[in-house]
């Protein structure tokens, strides 16, 4: 082609629409073979990939129980409590949750707590002179009740508003260290987790089928030596997650605990294991700590001789441990490689199939 | 080509088929550079979409923890209860829960029920004249204890069965309106929210870095001027999700506290901020209002002075904030986006190189 | 071609490239028309399938609620209790929880603990012939507490070490068979689900727009008689999974209440309805039946006459009911669908252009 102007060969190359020559075929064997091809594929886009296998609903397939069971005994001495046992009833708060359980391992405690008239504790803004710093009624979020009003002597060198409360009040101090149920390192929890897969109608849970009811009694969970006991010592799942169990005891912290099936539907189940790991989940930043921790209060309420209510004020820290488990992504694998896979030898059998024509249409035209 | 019937054209034009005239080029360059330009996209498409970056897994990867904690003080002045205090120990039930926390917001109190026979409430199906009315040891569902077979007087008009229940039975009313626990729109909640991203090791809280202890302690959420403040006033929320509080405190409800975390994780990690949004999730349609808002019934457990066990039933309404965090949206997007991205490249490479081969051939074919 | 080796014509056909031959049109019709469709492509892909979709957003875009109201009484009479009621503020333990509830079906009930010393309950390694066989301090976690150092007389026939512990301890028995509540197989629950689909601003409730206050008040459901009824009794769930309500309430289990909603948004919301299939979830595998079943402890404290702590520990058997909720997939889904289809056709659009550039091509060469 002749030379241009750089602005009209653009223009031209624009304007340039580039198409492949098609070679039109009229032949019987051909044509059919061609139209076998495409309804093969149509039928299996269609039939196979969206009817059969409804790949997108996987992962909404699996479905999962998650129940746990701690045991240990704790022993604590205080002056308030004296020597005292914790036991299960006493530390799991509450008693049972859908696929997560918290135990206790340090507290705060204030007793014989009933509806009265006390001191707040001295804070900014409740700290006062005379009855014209407080205000009646008033409740502020950070206070422990509604203000009577009155300037009360709180020690002997604080005076702070008084407050229609449960009182005594709980004194806001720092939670003992080290923690006061220090023995909950040793408590264990066996975790009953089974899976199923409804629409490969595959069962499993995570006490394998050789595990024996002696066994179960007297294992613990260890990487190289027992990796398939569903018991574990708490103190080890906080250690594998990198951190110090006393320490995080003390403010208390989240732990994931979970627990994968990879398993491939297509090789013998006694291959389809749990593998377990563990992961603090709650953030604990040295840079900014601030609200460390897990803590929350609850009370036990008590009638005393004269039917008046009392209870004991309890700020409990300790350790929720979230079960957490992942299947799903086995059965969508399996299903996006399978369908690829198949795709693939498809659409090869078509290529060959073009390769064919070439030759039918070599015999054709002589 | 000569007019033929319809038919036969239909019929001819089934059994055509048509391929695109292919040149063969034999040359070692072109080849080659063919070759290289094959292995690249399927070293692409297996090593690094399926092998690095696993984008189907990405939306397990993600890993969150909730802890909420509720700060306030009720009032109540009842004829029951008198003049009496709700902090949090009393009004959040149970008094923790994975990722979600139910506030008492209005209550029916039932005082000192013991087992003991009375007379069940009058409601069709429990009234009678005479003992023939009544069976022994019927119990209804919709009753409150199992019928001694006696008719006895509940009230100057009313003869109801008697039945061995915890008495006095509880009376079936409507929940106190405005609601005891009006004082429940000041009270606050601080939600802390840590995520993690295993496989990117990307840790994030929703305590920025920069929010201190002092901040953290007087501050409340507030789009416009403390949009980072992770404590949130329950008035404020109920009203962001264009609910009036003290209505849906009467009969309860369920709130969803949405926590979503889109970061690009290429992006410097102070711009992956979490951001509030806030809904009501149980349905209130008034033209069908059959069982509205949320409640539930619970007790206290006490012994009398002779051993005898006594208890106070409480029918407590209130609203259930369930805490969500969505985070993997952004992980697989990311994948989505990028792998698009580079396909494309590649195929635009492959794209040029075709261009190439024609010029190269243009170049061999003289 | 001239034959020749197998190892050079393999070579050959490696270096070999087969690329179709191109027509290049410069036709300003064409090359528009050529232009347009691209661009109608692209924007279509960027614009209507990442923009306005955000497909891979919709599987976290379903927000569920979930409330659970069971309502039943039971009769229990043991030699401990006594003839006793037990109602919903008794068998569910805890009182609320976000989607999930457990029935206490079955149970073991020790009285009157305190704090105080008694002989370990016989088992290997508690048995003891004199005070050297008992270490002072040992906390076995399979014991009931601390052990004391001295060795007492458990029966006329034990002796066992002594131990600090919630004193009398439980008796390590197996549950009672016929299970204690029984009852609870006649009790019935109201399954309150709420979904919305926010971006499709698309509510909807399990309690359907015509059901009315009566029907609510004594319908229980039924696949063919009542569909509709979101009240379901226990048995009920339990027997549609192939289970028996009896058996399994002796040791307890998980029960998982699946609600499909595949709604068509495109379709009249009235033809979006619920669908509830129930599946028992824990495994209760005949051939390695360890650990069965469902259970944990928990305690009502007291305090009696002289300020001294009791309590009542109750190993509590019962069923936990799951409520899962799957929506997502109906919108994903629809998305797929539309996508395909849509693209399918702008694809047949370029097809058919293709087509008419033959037209075009051979109007003008002439």
Not at 109 to 124: A, D, F, G, R, Y
Not at 181 to 189: G, H, I, K, Y
Request: glycine letters at 6%; charged letters at 20%.
């Amino acid at each position: 082609m002749a030379p241009k102007g750089c602005c009209a060969s653009i223009c031209q190359c624009f304007f340039e629409y580039s198409t492949p020559k098609i070679l039109i075929i009229r032949s019987f064997k051909v044509g059919t073979l061609n139209r076998i091809t495409q309804a093969l594929v149509i039928a299996y886009v269609i039939g196979y990939v969206c009817v059969l296998n409804k790949g997108y609903q996987d992962t909404d397939a699996v479905l999962s129980s998650v129940t746990t069971k701690v045991k240990g005994i704790a022993l604590t001495n205080t002056s308030d409590l004296g020597l005292r046992i914790w036991d299960v009833a006493d530390y799991i708060i509450p008693p049972q949750e859908e696929s997560s359980f918290f135990v206790l391992t340090n507290l705060l405690i204030t007793l014989n707590q009933t509806q009265s008239h006390c001191p707040e504790v001295p804070k900014t803004g409740f700290d006062c002179t005379s009855d014209r710093d407080c205000k009646a009624g008033s409740r502020d979020t950070r206070g422990n009740g509604v203000q009577t009003g009155k300037c009360v002597r709180y020690s002997a060198v604080d005076k702070t508003c008084e407050v229609l409360a449960w009182c005594p009040l709980e004194l806001d101090k720092e939670p003992p260290n080290p923690p006061m149920l220090a023995d909950a390192e040793n408590f264990t929890v066996l975790i009953k987790n089974s899976i199923r897969y409804p629409k490969f109608n595959f069962n499993k849970r995570n006490i394998l089928p050789y595990v024996n009811k002696t066994y179960l009694e007297q294992c613990v969970f260890n990487r190289i030596t027992d990796p398939d006991c569903p018991i574990f010592r708490l103190k080890d799942m906080v250690t594998e997650a990198n951190e110090d169990f006393q320490t995080m005891a003390v403010h208390g912290g989240v732990m994931g605990v979970q627990i994968r099936w990879e398993c491939d539907l297509d090789m013998p189940s006694s291959w389809c294991v749990p593998r377990y790991t563990f992961r603090r989940l709650d953030n604990k930043d040295p840079v900014n700590n601030v609200a460390p921790g897990y803590n929350f209060r609850f009370a036990k309420y008590y009638k005393n001789g004269n039917n008046e209510e009392t209870r004991t004020l309890i700020k409990g820290f300790g350790i929720r441990f979230d079960v957490m488990v992942f299947g799903q992504v086995t059965v969508v694998c399996d299903w996006i490689v399978l369908t690829c896979m198949t795709k693939k030898n498809i659409y090869n059998e078509q290529k060959y199939s073009y390769v064919d024509d070439f030759q039918l249409l070599s015999n054709e035209t002589p």
